[in-house]
T-cell receptor, first 111, second 116 residues
Framework: KNEVEQSPQNLTAQEGEFITINCSYS?????LHWLQQHPGGGIVSLFM???GKKKHGRLIATINIQEKHSSLHITASHPRDSAVYIC?????????????FGKGTKLSVKP | DGGITQSPKYLFRKEGQNVTLSCEQN?????MYWYRQDPGQGLRLIYY???????QKGDIAEGYSVSREKKESFPLTVTSAQKNPTAFYLC???????????????FGSGTQLSVL
C-alpha cells in the first residue's frame, strides 16, 4: 500500500465547476505539500501546510491531522487549471530531506 | 528574476556513457534536491544537499552522483551504472529542509533523459 494515496487519479470537469482532489496518508507528518505540474513538466508549489486551512485565490487546501487527510479545492475552475496536482508529505524520522509523493491527480477542465 | 534553472531540457545518453544534468539557483537557498519522475509514479528522491560540500543519498541513489561545490549549483551525473536512466529529472530547492516552515519547494523545469 502506498503511503500517500490520491483520488481521483483522473478528473474531467466543465469550466466553472467546483473541484476537490483528495490526499490520504498513512504516516505521521510534519508538513504536507500540494504541487501543480503543467504539461511541460515544470512544477509549482501551491501550498505547504501542517494544520487547518490555507487559501490562495481560487485554491483552498485543508488538512485533518487526526484523519490523515488533506483536500485541495478549486472554485470556479478554468481550463488553465488543467494540470497534474501532486500531494507530498514529510514524515517524521527517516531521511531528513525526503518527501513522500503521491502519484498525482490529472485534472482536465473543459471550456 | 530569481529562480531555478535546469539544463538541458532534453538529453540523450549512449550506452556506457556518463551524462551530467545541470541545476542552478539564485534564490540563496541552502537545500537542493534531485528527483526522478517515471510515468504513473510519484517523484522519488535521488540525492539532496543541505549545505555546500555536503549531500545525502535519497531512496534511489545507485547509479547517480552529485556534487555541491557552490551554494548555487547542484549538478547530477547519471553514470553508466544506472541501467534504466530514461526518466524525467527534476531539481528543486528550498530555504530550509522541505518539512520545516521555510521548506516551500521551488522546482526547475526538468530534464528529459533518454537512452539512444
Amino acid at each position: 500500500k502506498n503511503e500517500v494515496e490520491q483520488s481521483p487519479q483522473n478528473l474531467t470537469a466543465q469550466e466553472g465547476e467546483f473541484i476537490t482532489i483528495n490526499c490520504s496518508y498513512s504516516v505521521g507528518i510534519s508538513a504536507l505539500h500540494w504541487l501543480q505540474q503543467h504539461p511541460g513538466g515544470g512544477i509549482v508549489s501551491l501550498f505547504m501546510l501542517s494544520s487547518g486551512k490555507k487559501k490562495h485565490g481560487r485554491l483552498i487546501a485543508t488538512i485533518n491531522i487526526q484523519e490523515k487527510h488533506s483536500s485541495l479545492h478549486i472554485t470556479a475552475s478554468h481550463p488553465r487549471d488543467s494540470a497534474v496536482y501532486i500531494c507530498a508529505v514529510r514524515g517524521y524520522g527517516g531521511s531528513q530531506g525526503n518527501l513522500i509523493f503521491g502519484k498525482g491527480t490529472k485534472l482536465s477542465v473543459k471550456p | 528574476d530569481g529562480g531555478i534553472t535546469q539544463s538541458p531540457k532534453y538529453l540523450f545518453r549512449k550506452e556506457g556513457q556518463n551524462v551530467t544534468l545541470s541545476c542552478e539557483q539564485n534564490l540563496n537557498h541552502d537545500a537542493m534536491y534531485w528527483y526522478r519522475q517515471d510515468p504513473g509514479q510519484g517523484l522519488r528522491l535521488i540525492y539532496y544537499s543541505q549545505i555546500v560540500n555536503d549531500f545525502q543519498k535519497g531512496d534511489i541513489a545507485e547509479g547517480y552522483s552529485v556534487s555541491r561545490e557552490k551554494k548555487e549549483s547542484f549538478p547530477l551525473t547519471v553514470t553508466s551504472a544506472q541501467k534504466n536512466p530514461t526518466a524525467f529529472y527534476l531539481c528543486a530547492s528550498s530555504f530550509q529542509l522541505s518539512g520545516t516552515e521555510g521548506g516551500k519547494l521551488f522546482f526547475g523545469s526538468g530534464t528529459q533523459l533518454s537512452v539512444l
